[in-house]
């Protein structure tokens, strides 16, 4: 993990990177596929929605989360992926509203700048790693 600093532009420049954007999450699919038939289950997707750790910390502090709420909510965001509903998520699908989550954090972010602490491999950790190559070349 690492603070970085981001704002609304960061991701969006990034989403609309089609090469990058889409290389990553190519390459996150692939790694969450792990049986390698093309389709995330509702197994292989609860390992990256329980990585966020999203409902279980309150300011960095560990939280015990009601264990039915937290398995409705995981459901819930499954089912946000699964947009054809047939119980799994294709590469389409995985790319179509992870595009559209990301839109919605550079919506929320706007024009300021804010430090985060991002996971390594995170792909908001790719748009800040893609904008800091863009200013180091220019």
């Known amino acids: 993990m690492s603070v ?7 991701i969006v420049s ?28 509702y197994a292989e997707m609860m390992q990256e929605l329980k990585s966020l750790r999203v409902f279980e910390t309150h300011f ?12 409705s909510v995981y459901n819930s965001l499954f089912v946000q992926f699964d947009h054809d509903s047939n119980g799994t998520v294709d590469l389409e699908e995985f ?3 992870t595009k559209q989550m990301m839109l919605a954090m550079a919506n929320g972010l706007g ?3 804010v430090q985060m602490v991002l996971e390594e491999d995170s792909f ?8 800091f190559t863009a200013k180091a070349a220019a």
């Not at 560990?62 to 937290?70: A, F, G, I, T, W």
């Open 60 to 71: 960095g502090i560990d939280e015990k989360p009601d264990p039915e709420e937290l398995a």
């Open 95 to 97: 790319k179509a509203e």
């Open 14 to 41: 990034f989403v609309e990177d089609e090469e990058a954007f889409n290389n990553s999450i190519r390459n996150r699919f692939a790694h969450l596929d792990t049986d390698h038939d093309g389709l995330l289950s």
């Open 124 to 131: 908001l950790m790719k748009a800040v790693e893609k904008e």
């Open 111 to 113: 024009f300021l700048p």
């Open 4 to 10: 970085e600093v981001l704002d609304g532009a960061t």
